[in-house]
């Protein structure tokens, strides 16, 4: 079982920045594939972005691409989510996800979840 756990969420006024980190309990953490969703009250949860060990593959919602950054620094096992230019429909609850494989779009195939940390952007 792999425990992860996001930090970084706050409230900020829109085109603030946030950067959000995920972090696991194993050191597998790195052959994984992870993934940020987001889930605004009332919605369902929201693909964010994707990446994989190597960083080759990193994919956007068409909501946040060019405002967002996913990244990961194996050393520290760590996976950010830098967030620039925050609008109010970017407020919601970021989920870090993970899994071994799978690298795609959907919340049903990631296997690891974290609880998710507060992102709310003010008008």
């Known amino acids: 079982q792999v425990l992860l756990v996001e930090s970084g969420g706050g409230l900020v006024q829109a085109g603030g920045s946030l950067r959000l980190s995920c972090t696991a309990s194993?050191?597998?953490?790195?052959?994984?594939?992870v993934a940020w969703f987001r889930q605004a009250p009332g919605k369902e949860r929201e693909f964010v972005s994707v990446?994989?060990?190597?960083?080759?593959?990193?994919l956007y919602s068409d909501s946040v691409k060019g405002r967002f950054t996913i990244s990961r620094d194996k050393m520290k096992n760590m996976v950010f989510l830098q967030m620039n230019n925050l609008k109010p429909e970017d407020t919601g609850h970021y989920y870090c996800?993970?899994?071994?494989?799978?690298?795609?779009?959907?919340?049903?195939?990631?296997?690891?979840w974290g609880q998710g940390t507060q992102v709310t952007v003010s008008s």
């Open positions: 996800a993970a899994h071994k494989a799978y690298a795609g779009r959907s919340a049903d195939g990631y296997d690891y």
């Open positions: 990446i994989n060990w190597t960083g080759s593959l990193i």
């Open positions: 194993e050191r597998t953490f790195g052959a994984l594939r």
